[in-house]
């Protein structure tokens, strides 16, 4: 039998991220004929709205997968087998897209990783103006690199593509940054971007997004890689049918339904603007911990640090035992490390549907488990955070 846990646990990892009540409700029907005029018109309607999301007047794409899954889509519908990428490393994630378009039998060229930084943009120009036959056809780059903390200034990157002269497509992993950070598609020359259900469009896993401009849809139209199940051509046809490649998932689209409508009645402006106060008292109440020498931020970078989530380094301690105790004791859910941050650091998830009280309360217990763990904190850190809150409060009301 399953011990009473009171209250909500609280759930403050990059992802999945906490799934709004009016979500779960519009998820709570039963299932009926995917050919009826009211899901076809549903499912059109979500593609829409998400190119208001992605700031683009491209074309949508929707799959039944995770992040990892749709990252195959750029790889077998742009690329070709013996086609050459780069893939700028930061961290885990932008390793594990290197490895999966290696094993797609795609040639992989990378930057240096710096765990502590973002994508640096003059390694990419470097490595584009060394590549005079042009056999790159693609960059590939995480914009929130989850493992690390860090964001990539993707206007950046688009420079460096730019200065080097350079024909290639810039694709984006933008999984934990959509409706999180600002995001420009087309005004930032990005030809494809990628997105996942669970992180700031506040759904269960699952569903996974692809939005392709017009060079991006052009090259899809003559690449002659195998596919078959994540083929965009394929996925142009009956709207109730093949834009899901087969059955679609109702369930799953009556959420996404609801969740843009909450994005869109916030306001995707304000939805970030939120996203970056929060972070702001996170940080803040980071730093105030790391004045007594045992944590320290992983991404050392102020401007670098991403608006969701935020990697603290432990030195003086253990951050698995102090994320079990936080768990198991108080019911609050941390990332913990991964690849070579593993046993290094915890992660404060807040991105997602998230306000002022639950951002206090997880630093709250963060506070605790870290001071119960014998983790040296200066005390201190939910003040540091209330005080960044009212800084930024008197800011908008003055603005």
Not at 44 to 49: E, H, I, K
Not at 207 to 219: D, N, S, V
Not at 313 to 319: K, N
Request: glycine share 8%; with cysteine.
């Amino acid at each position: 039998m399953m011990s009473h846990r009171p209250g909500r646990i609280f759930l403050h990892t990059p992802g999945p991220t906490n799934v709004p009540d009016s979500v779960l409700s519009a998820m709570h029907r039963p299932a009926e004929d995917f050919a009826s005029p009211e899901f076809a018109r549903t499912a059109r309607s979500c593609l829409d709205d998400l190119k208001t999301v992605y700031r683009t007047d491209g074309e949508v794409f929707s799959f039944i997968a995770n992040g990892h899954g749709v990252w195959e889509v750029p790889l077998v519908n742009l690329l070709e087998p013996g086609d050459s990428v780069l893939v700028p490393l930061a961290g885990r994630f932008s390793a594990a897209w290197a490895e999966m378009a290696e094993h797609l039998g795609l040639e992989v060229v990378t930057t240096p990783a710096d765990l502590t930084r973002a994508i640096a943009p003059d390694a990419v120009r470097e490595m584009l103006e060394r590549d005079r036959d042009h056999a790159i056809r693609a960059v590939l780059c995480v914009h929130t690199e989850t493992a690390s903390g860090a964001r990539t200034d993707l206007r950046a990157i688009r420079r460096a593509i730019d200065d080097a002269g350079h024909p290639a497509l810039l694709v984006v992993d933008a999984i934990a940054s959509l409706a999180v950070e600002t995001f420009d598609m087309d005004g930032w020359g990005i030809d494809c971007a990628l997105s996942a259900s669970q992180k700031g469009l506040m759904m269960p896993p699952g569903l996974a997004f692809a939005a392709l401009g017009r060079r991006a849809m052009e090259r899809a139209q003559t690449c002659n890689h195998p596919r078959r199940y994540w083929d965009l051509q394929f996925r142009r046809g009956d709207p109730t049918y093949m834009w899901f490649h087969g059955t679609p998932p109702l369930q799953q689209v009556w959420g996404l339904r609801a969740a843009l409508d909450r994005i869109l009645a916030e306001g995707v402006d304000e939805v970030i603007a939120r996203h970056r106060r929060l972070a702001d008292a996170v940080r803040a109440a980071v730093a105030r911990w790391s004045a007594a020498g045992a944590l320290s931020f992983q991404c050392r970078n102020e401007t670098e640090r991403a608006n969701a989530v935020t990697a603290v380094r432990v030195e003086g301690g253990d951050p698995d035992a102090m994320r079990k105790l936080a768990h198991e004791r108080y019911n609050l859910s941390l990332g913990g490390g991964l690849g070579e941050l593993e046993h290094r650091v915890f992660r404060i998830g807040h991105l997602g549907d998230l306000n002022e009280p639950m951002i206090l309360g997880a630093l709250a217990t963060t506070e605790l488990a870290l001071q119960e763990c014998g983790i040296a904190v200066q005390p201190g850190g939910v003040e540091a955070a209330i005080a960044a809150l009212r800084t930024q409060h008197d800011n908008r009301r003055v603005a």
